[in-house]
DNA sequence: AAAGTGAGAATGAACGTTCACTCTTTCACA
DNA sequence: TGTGAAAGAGTGAACGTTCATTCTCACTTT
């Protein structure tokens, strides 16, 4: 019938194994990233931690950079994951973000995950093509933000208005993760407690005509 | 007149070529880092930059981890200074801070600036010495702030109520460095008129009798 | 001449990467 | 079903490079 048969019929998946080989090397370098940082970490460190040999990782990866951009993307991937759950959430806005800031608060506190976050962002400092996964994962967020902040605003905000409040809650959620490793014995309570309350601030209508552009109706 | 003038008569300094090489080789390496980072710098480049020869460093620092040390301290030493500027400006202490608003965005918008500073942090996240010389830093800053805010504070704030004030006002300059990396193209007036108001807020008398606060008088 | 200041080649360790190789799995064909 | 070749998975020594550090030597100042 057909006497050509080379046709690979129906692999289980495309590469079953090389995925799962692939997780495993991302897995032992983000240990090893964390502790380390990005260029104070071996190949020979990665190999060991993911129970394979040096050269084995070279067929899944170009080289130390290719998994160095990986383990970014895998990073602000799942950070980005966890805010976009906000869109879900949205009865109210302003009170999901306030529960939202415990979570936060408490994931920044695994001060190893901190560290990476701030490996990641210095070598956004040097390193062009992270500073663009860096600079995109950010712009993919605040945009999603701006889109449900200006869905669910009850008052009249301009594109501007809610931009800078979108800047400010970033700045708001990426400065715990700072402080973590700046101040280790941060008493993590009473800084929840002073976010939620600034965050409300950012949100309450406002009293005063200058400077910040704000609906006059008052 | 003077037949022995060999004498050095009054020697400017103790030694004032070794100060001076001192600050050569830190300003290249600052240079240097802000570029490349730490560890990507080399100490070939730090001696090509500061104009001498390599071996010749080693004369004045004992390493590289030396160069390091010294850096992170001059510049953790000059963002202090700026802050203790505070305690002279202290005519109504939530007006300086407004004011340091602008300076500090503007200062943070130099990002080579944030770039180092985001080196050092992350630095901190691995290097033991180095956590320590920021997270001492860190601590002088947050005491002084502490004992000027309590001083002025018109409102019978708790010990408690200072020190999460302090904080946030911490979390919020340090997170404009890291804003300025992530969010290169950030519209700084809208940004430092957003924390103006934030830093308002803080301060604000409080109107609810739990936790948050805020002037309602729309 | 002695001490201080300077340069730059030499050294050895560590690194990322490559390569030649072995072992295992797959599978068309007998 | 058994077979053998090809492809895939896996290894670790070797390579060339780069790095921090040291050493030797030359020049300048006292």
């Known amino acids: 019938m057909h006497p050509l048969p080379e046709k690979p019929a129906d692999p289980p998946a495309v590469r079953p194994k090389a995925a799962q080989r692939r997780r495993q090397v991302l897995d032992a370098a983000s240990r090893c990233f964390r502790l380390h940082g990005f260029h104070g970490c071996s190949m020979a460190q990665i190999a060991t931690g993911s129970g394979m040999s040096v050269g084995h990782i070279y067929r899944y990866f170009s080289g130390k950079d290719e998994i160095i951009t990986a383990i970014v993307q895998r990073n602000l991937e799942e950070v980005t994951s966890h805010f976009l759950e906000l869109e879900r959430a949205s009865g109210n806005l ?95 309570g009473a800084l929840a407690a002073m976010i939620r309350r600034t965050i409300e601030a950012l949100f309450a209508p406002s009293t005063r005509r200058d400077e910040v552009s704000l609906p006059a109706n008052c």
Not at 99 to 118: I, N, P
């Open 94 to 188: 302003v009170q999901a973000l306030v529960d939202k800031v415990d979570e936060g608060v408490s994931k920044a506190a695994d001060s190893e995950r901190a560290a990476l976050m701030l490996e990641v962002w210095a070598e956004a400092g040097r390193n062009p093509e992270v500073a663009m996964s860096v600079q995109a994962a950010d712009r993919t967020l605040r945009d999603h933000l701006a889109r449900v902040l200006l869905r669910a605003s009850a008052q009249g905000w301009s594109e501007g208005d809610v931009e800078a409040r979108v800047e400010m809650l970033a700045l708001i959620f990426e400065g715990i993760s700072l402080r973590m490793i700046v101040h280790p014995e941060l008493e993590q």
